[in-house]
């Protein structure tokens, strides 16, 4: 197998107010037999840690990259298979996802806030073309790992609360704590019953209609953090995760590279290649 050379190029610049990015500024020879990989928006903090963990990962290639500001510049224009990274935003998931299907590559999204309607159109482009996309609502094994000890721990208690915390103020409450409400949600199980009628604010907002309740504390310097308590009489049962760096979705997205190559079609959450 051929060694990969790639030359890691920004071509932004920061200023006294904002980050200014100019071009598309990855450029990576190419080997026949490794999976041909393009980040698009890799000037974020995600993609140039995607750009760094894609290089050093065995069987995968850096066939490109392009900032966001740069959609449909540089998608790609080889017919060997391949992979486009979507860290963009919610509003060109679709186009980006449809552009890379014309060129026969497949398509792994991480784009938080992603509406369930374009999931669904997204669904049926893949199946019309016999083409492979991921739509990761985390990369995070952890994250990933929360949620199943979540599910288990449900059918053994009838109170769960979830308190998540940033450093900064997001749209609240946060994708992880609306995929955990739902994964909880549905499953037969009432919760917090003594009062699931509560309109008191400081009770957390109720997610779905099964009574699980959610809390978001936003303080400078703390890890972007979620925990699920559980309870009955005596007993409380927590679990935790929290993230302190990027790098921590480098396994789940190299994970997600390796399997999206063999799909036709869309799956929706990097737990099912758990």
Partial sequence: MAALSCQFQPTYFINSKKMVKTKPFICCSSSQNNVKVIINGAAKEIGRAAVIAVTKARGIELAGAVDSNFVGQDIGQSKATGVVIDFTDPSKV????KQATAFGMNSVVYVPRIKQE???ALSMLCDKASTGCLVAPTLSIGSILLQQAAISA??????VEIVES???PLDFPTQDAVQIANNLSNLGQLYNRDDISSDIPARGQV???DGVRVHSLVLPG???STSIYFSRPGEV????????????LMPGLILAIRKVVRL???????????
């Fill in 118 to 120: 374009t999931v669904m």
């Fill in 166 to 168: 940033r450093a900064n």
């Fill in 94 to 97: 679709y186009d980006n996802v």
């Fill in 237 to 248: 049962y927590t679990v935790k995760h929290e993230i302190t760096d990027v790098q921590c």
């Fill in 207 to 209: 997610l779905g209609e």
């Fill in 264 to 274: 036709k079609n869309l799956v929706y959450g990097l737990e099912k290649f758990l």
């Fill in 154 to 159: 449900s059918f053994h208690y009838n109170n």
């Fill in 222 to 224: 703390l890890p972007s």
